[in-house]
């Protein structure tokens, strides 16, 4: 059983589109997480959710919008798309909110956009 | 920013030898974890070390924290090509909610 899956596993899209990327985790966990991992494989968090509610919101572009329609869905929705946002994306899911979780992740997303 | 580094970038090594990489970083943690990263895949957690420890061994990994020097290492003994794969430390503050890692050590195995 897949415990953090993500679809798609790739996305190639055209600039100025709009796309989703949608995150589920089977874990029970109560927080999850958006990580962008850029061409130099630096991985840096974008969200963090507990329990459906945002307790992390780093400096990411508005057009970047998380959604949490439970614990155990967070999906990113990304508006009018840029080069930059080229990227793999990661989700990932902890037990609680603290710093001494594990952190489990999802395959990953590689979004291309032309 | 806490961003960590490690070291080396990249390290080729023959299968059975021992692989050592570090992680510095810049200001106080709560704990340090290690996180190895197939290609093409997802994080996938490996040890954590807590700033009252010193070192923790899991299988063949060993991981050494010093935290008057900022930094820790990961050890792989006896490595199987199996191990090839992209290593992340990330650091976890006592404030705020999150890791922040590292830039990564690529490990090529050579059978």
């Known amino acids: 059983d897949t415990a953090v899956s993500q679809t798609p596993k790739y996305l190639v899209t055209q600039m100025g589109n709009d796309k989703s990327i949608k995150c589920e985790q089977n874990?029970?966990?109560?927080?999850m997480y958006w990580y962008k991992q850029d061409s130099k494989k630096f991985l840096k968090i974008m969200f963090s959710y507990n329990n459906k509610e945002l307790i992390i919101n780093e400096t990411v572009p508005n057009r970047f919008s998380p959604k949490s329609p439970d614990k155990a869905h967070l999906n990113l929705h990304i508006n009018s798309l840029e080069l930059g946002d080229s990227a793999v994306y990661f989700c990932?899911?902890?037990?609680?909110?603290?710093?001494?979780?594990?952190?489990?992740f999802g395959p990953g997303t590689r979004l291309t956009v032309l | 920013s806490q961003q960590g580094e490690e070291d080396p970038q990249a390290l080729s090594i023959q299968e059975g030898e021992n692989a050592t990489m570090n992680c510095s970083y810049k200001t106080s943690i709560n704990n340090l974890q290690w996180y190895r990263q197939n290609s093409g895949r997802g994080l996938v957690h490996l040890i954590l070390i807590r700033s009252n420890e010193r070192e923790k061994h899991s299988g063949r990994l060993r991981v050494t924290l010093d935290t008057s020097k900022k930094s820790s290492s990961l050890l792989i003994t006896a490595s199987r090509a199996a191990d090839t794969a992209s290593y992340f430390c990330?650091?976890?503050?006592?404030?705020?909610?999150?890791?922040?890692f590292g830039t990564g050590t690529s490990l090529t195995v050579i059978p």
């Open positions: 874990l029970g966990h109560d927080t």
């Open positions: 990330a650091t976890a503050t006592y404030t705020g909610n999150q890791f922040y």
């Open positions: 990932a899911s902890s037990q609680g909110t603290g710093y001494t979780d594990t952190q489990y």
